[in-house]
């Protein structure tokens, strides 16, 4: 099978224009754009793009599908959206993708509109098992990684998601949630990204795409800043 290539873009908070700026940072074609949940805000104050709003701008932007999981800042169910597939809860095969989703966030419960306990996501990503497995989106990070590191050096994540890497064993995890966290690494033999944020706090314009051959093969993350494009290859 030749490479084909993915599009991946964090935490968006409502910021349409930057999303905007940061898609235009993906030159080439890819196949699927993957958004990490965290679309708008709920409700979403008038300066901010709402969820459709959000939606509509990755569509039209890079002319693939589009796939999306709510996060805790999202409602649970939010409306259907006409090409975009929200994919949490699911297991769906999409552009010769086979992917599931998590959305929401927890352990711990702050009051946000999709928020869940450890108990009911172990039970949530069970019921996604159920043969090979290409990309596993998750809106929380997997616990004691570097992936759900907090500025002040706390780890956040989640134990269910950490314990479901063995049971999924996705070619590759995608997540955001936690902003300053983005990066790249490899996660009890899974790869694994966190995507960083578009939203605030600690917004950037930044975007990765991702080469694959039946599997990631390569990982590029591409942020715009005041003196140009900065890309780097993550090992």
């Known amino acids: 099978m030749s490479e084909r290539r993915l599009a991946i873009v964090g935490d968006i ?50 002319g693939c599908p589009v796939v999306y999981v709510p996060g805790n800042h999202d409602v649970s169910t939010p409306p259907r959206h006409a090409t975009a597939v929200n994919v949490d809860g ?27 306990d450890e108990a009911t996501a172990a039970r949530r990503i069970e019921h996604l098992a159920g043969g090979p497995l290409d990309v596993w989106l998750s809106h929380t990070p997997p616990l004691d990684t570097p992936l759900d590191r907090m500025a002040g050096d706390e780890h956040v994540g989640s134990d269910a998601v950490r314990n479901g890497l063995a049971t999924l064993r996705p070619k590759l995890f995608v ?3 936690i902003h300053e966290a983005h990066g790249s690494t490899v996660v009890d033999g899974v790869r694994a990204i966190n995507a960083g944020s578009i939203g ?9 795409v991702v080469g694959w051959d039946d599997g990631p093969v390569w990982i590029e993350s591409r942020r ?9 290859r993550h090992a």
């Open 13 to 62: 908070h409502g910021q349409v224009a930057r999303l905007r700026d940061a898609l235009a940072l993906v030159t080439e074609p890819v196949e699927m754009l993957v958004l990490t949940g965290d679309l708008s805000l709920d409700p979403a104050p008038r300066r901010l793009g709402s969820v459709a709003e959000v939606l509509d701008a990755a569509t039209s932007a890079l």
């Open 90 to 116: 699911d297991r769906v095969a999409i552009a010769g993708w086979t992917i599931v989703g998590l959305g929401g966030a927890g352990p711990a419960r702050f009051g946000f509109p999709y928020e869940w």
């Open 175 to 177: 997540c955001g949630h």
């Open 200 to 208: 605030e706090p600690y917004a950037q314009t930044i975007a990765w």
């Open 224 to 232: 715009a800043t005041s003196t140009g494009t900065r890309v780097e």
